[in-house]
């Protein structure tokens, strides 16, 4: 009866595991297939010509025209401009982008984190803790425009067919992405109107309240786990006791078989007299035990000197006349 009740409980308990398991491959599914039909519809637009801008962080970028490289150089926080010669490449100029020497508030200090030319301009990108700038250079190194906004920012992306910059950055509680109108050239960078889209990542406990408002699958799930583990152990008891006992018994029998030899008489069968005989051994044998030992007391007075340690005429104060 008890095995029947224990299955009965094991495979419900399964069941609901099971049924909570397929809910979050169903989620996980879900977001695999949006994953999917957006790397589709990147792929399209490549595939009608327009060049593929990854927004991630660039530390170098060429222009295939001019044979122009421009260069990020994080240890001295710098914006290199290398032209090619005839015998490789040579600096034609170095743009500091923040002083770092010499100070201290490390948070607000920009370096720049990617780099990248677009339509014959040098765009970097450059961040501090809590802010950010965007500069066009021509192909020479000379500033044309300049435009700050909040928010830490860490790349950019261009798109032509749109005539859009993006910029984005993360912080604690999301992405922020900026998008930047440039249908008037880099020269003439519009950020007025240029919206500002938020992403907040979703916590995990919004993600389970969404699924399961009333917390009843967590409540199942946590349920279920700890009757699971309390049967794991019941089971795992169960098996080492009954294998304890069964090895105990074998070396029981091996020990009686090995002292068969020896007649071993039954404690029924033992009669009154007997156990009498073997009462007054035992209390013969434990008298014996003891010697005899000498009842007389003698007390001897000891006599106690004198000793002044208590006496209160040491602690008085002697005055002289």
Avoid: C
């Avoid at 170095?94 to 040098?122: C, M």
């Amino acid at each position: 009866m008890k095995v029947n009740i224990i299955k009965t409980v094991v495979l419900l308990l399964s069941l609901v595991f099971s049924w909570s398991v397929t809910a979050q491959d169903k989620t996980v599914i879900e977001n695999m297939q949006q994953e999917i039909n957006s790397l589709r519809s990147q792929i399209a637009n490549m595939s009608t010509g327009e060049t593929y801008d990854p927004l991630v962080p660039q530390t170098y970028a060429v222009d295939s025209k001019t044979q122009t490289v421009a260069v990020i150089n994080h240890n001295e926080n710098t914006v290199e401009i290398l032209v090619q010669t005839k015998t490789g490449f040579e600096k034609e100029k170095v743009l500091l982008v923040d002083e770092v020497a010499g100070r201290h508030d490390k948070f607000a200090i920009f370096t720049p984190q990617s780099i990248a030319i677009y339509e014959n301009h040098i765009v970097y990108l450059a961040s501090s803790r809590d802010s950010s700038f965007v500069r066009v250079l021509s192909l020479q190194g000379d500033l044309l425009q300049e435009f700050r906004f909040l928010g830490a920012a860490s790349a950019f992306s261009y798109v032509p067919a749109a005539k859009k910059l993006y910029i984005a950055g993360d912080n604690v509680t999301g992405y922020n992405i900026f998008a930047i109108d440039v249908r008037n050239g880099f020269e003439h960078i519009d950020i007025a109107n240029s919206p500002l889209l938020n992403y907040i990542k979703p916590k995990k406990g919004d993600e389970i309240a969404k699924h399961d408002p009333y917390g009843v699958g967590l409540t199942l799930i946590a349920v279920s786990t700890v009757f699971l583990a309390l049967i794991v152990i019941f089971i795992v008891i169960l098996i080492f006791g009954g294998s304890i006992i069964k090895l105990q018994k074998r070396k029981a029998i091996k020990q009686v078989q090995a002292d068969s030899s020896q007649s071993v008489k039954d404690i029924s069968r033992v009669s009154g007299e007997e156990f009498a005989a073997i009462a007054a051994a035992i209390y013969m044998y434990n008298d014996q035990l003891h010697d005899e030992e000498n009842a007389i007391l003698t007390i001897n007075k000891v006599s106690k000197t004198y000793s002044p340690w208590s006496s209160k005429l040491h602690n008085m104060n002697v005055y002289r006349r």
